[in-house]
């Protein structure tokens, strides 16, 4: 979940003075979480703590460190002293709000601290069920407080994270909002993000992000939202090497890779407080992508070598042990490749884990038994050519391939889908809605034994296509077909990707 990076930044505070408000301390402290220095930030917390003991803020956030440092960790120990910090801010919470019903902040901070215990219970594979209390107890007390205090404007960007949440939750899940109580609603949450962006006390920098992660547009519409928050928010505190890799991630998922390259190596150099583990892990593994894409693969070996050091057990790291798999493999070094593939993860637990993860491992196992082909060369290297923006070389080499002798080789409709997706994909991103139409159409005709998740994922291309056309009626029905498969891969991702395509239009 990119949710556990949502609140990181900059800055240093390490004196302190009787005449600080509690206020300009917390963003001192604030600042110190986002910079990574966490040992600071606890210090300032503490003070806050020793000058206002009966203000709940200082509590909080001293709590809000160990919950970074365990999501990012993964440590039982800093997951149970978040945990017992947290129960301690709720019961001064309740102490506070039972002296004085209106105590807002301590109503407020009750309310998330409920809604941080029920996003670390799910990330980190805990209870299922407390974790739903919580985020019951968080969204319930939230809304109160909105309701109660309109411009308590802070409580706009939980509630809007939460109603974002809630409305993209795919339809296996329905059954967790029952618990919870609540439905979600895409563009409430989004409205009220922008409201705490604008006005909140100590969430802009966070509702920023948060605002430019939920409206990612599909990749054909070239939206760079994202891309232009994190760079305002980069210049604004230079010092933050996980600021630097959030950059460097919005850089590539608009395909502007090699920009990313020098912001990735910064973040590398400026490692030198706390997560620094998390740092290595994320930033070797978006240099590895870099090389990958470059086709580099030497390169992109070393760097995701690097990266695999230090990921956990229970993180998602399928994709990146596939992809070093693949660079080892177009080396033409077999048998290290085999190792590779033969190290995916394996333990899932099915309502928590990621359907890329079991994907990549399937196409692991697939590729023990069988080497990497000539059409599995090709599509890897006009898929780095599309992701790395240089879509004129993607759509002459589609074309030349398409127009060689590679179907008459691999004929099936699993291979035949392969082609024609990746193909029609390229001549999307590239502006050519005709030819990406005309070839998605010929995958909606065929019937993948495997690969059969290439259909339906068609059919909400070309629904994609028809909307941005104003052929409504159209893009309605390919957008219904996609109902009428009951399984196949990414199910998840794509109703999501739906939900949130259809907000929008």
């Given at each position: ?32 979480i986002y910079?990574?220095k ?19 803020k200082?509590?909080?956030?001293e ?11 993964r ?5 149970e002293k ?24 301590a ?9 941080y215990r029920?996003l ?7 209870n299922?069920?407390?974790a ?9 007390i ?35 909002l ?21 006005n ?12 430019a992660?939920f ?31 959030m ?15 020098p ?7 400026l490692?030198?407080f706390?997560?620094q ?26 760097y ?7 990921v ?6 399928n ?14 070094n ?61 759509v ?10 590679i ?61 941005r ?37």
């Amino acid at each position: 979940m990119l949710l556990s990076i949502l609140f990181l930044c900059v800055f240093s505070a390490n004196s302190y003075s009787q005449s600080n408000s509690p206020e300009s301390l917390i963003n001192s402290g604030l600042a110190d979480i986002y910079n990574l220095k966490f040992d600071n930030a606890v210090k300032t917390f503490k003070e806050v703590q020793r000058q206002y003991p009966n203000d709940i803020k200082g509590y909080f956030y001293e709590s809000l460190v160990y919950f970074y440092s365990a999501m990012g960790s993964r440590s039982e120990s800093e997951f149970e002293k978040y945990m017992n910090t947290s129960e301690k801010v709720i019961d001064i919470a309740d102490n506070l709000i039972d002296d004085n019903e209106n105590n807002f902040d301590a109503i407020y901070y009750k309310g998330q601290s409920h809604s941080y215990r029920s996003l670390i219970l799910l990330t980190l594979n805990k209870n299922l069920l407390s974790a739903a209390s919580n985020g019951n107890d968080g969204y319930r007390i939230l809304s109160d407080v909105i309701k109660r205090k309109p411009d308590y404007y802070d409580a706009y960007m939980g509630l809007g994270l939460y109603k974002i949440f809630l409305g993209l939750v795919p339809e296996k899940f329905k059954w967790l909002l029952s618990i919870i109580g609540f439905d979600g609603d895409i563009k409430e949450g989004v409205n009220l993000l922008k409201t705490a962006a604008q006005n909140g006390k100590f969430t802009k920098i966070d509702s920023k992000i948060a605002l430019a992660l939920f409206t990612l547009q599909e990749r054909e519409e070239k939206d760079e939202s994202m891309v232009k928050t994190m760079e305002t928010i980069c210049a604004q505190y230079p010092e933050s090497p996980m600021f630097k890799m959030m950059h460097a991630g919005a850089l590539q998922l608009v395909g502007r890779t090699e920009e990313s390259l020098p912001l990735l190596e910064d973040a590398l150099r400026l490692n030198k407080f706390s997560m620094q583990n998390e740092v290595n892990k994320g930033a070797n593994g978006l240099l590895g992508n870099v090389y990958f894409k470059r086709n580099d693969y030497a390169n992109a070996i070393k760097y995701l070598e690097e990266h695999l050091k230090y990921v956990h057990p229970e993180d998602r790291y399928n994709i990146s042990v596939y992809n070093l798999a693949v660079a080892y493999e177009m080396s033409g070094n077999r048998e290290k490749a085999l190792e590779k593939y033969r190290a995916v993860r394996k333990d899932f637990i099915n309502e928590r884990d990621g359907e890329t993860e079991k994907m990549f491992y399937r196409f692991a196992q697939d590729r023990i038994k069988n080497p990497m082909n000539r059409l599995d060369s090709i599509l890897t290297l006009g898929l780095n050519l599309r992701e790395s923006n240089k879509l004129s070389e993607a759509v002459n080499f589609y074309e030349n391939v398409l127009a060689s002798d590679i179907l008459d080789v691999y004929k099936s409709d699993d291979d035949k889908a392969r082609l024609y997706y990746e193909a029609a994909l390229t001549y999307n991103v590239n502006g050519q809605a005709d030819l990406a139409q005309d070839y998605f159409s010929r995958i909606i005709n065929l019937k993948p034994k495997t690969e059969n998740w290439y259909v339906p994922f068609s059919y909400f291309e070309l629904g994609k296509i028809y909307a941005r056309k104003s052929d409504w009626q159209k893009a309605h029905q390919m957008f219904e077909k996609i109902s009428e498969f009951d399984e196949f891969e990414m199910k998840q991702s794509l109703e999501m990707r739906l939900k949130n395509f259809r907000e929008k239009y």
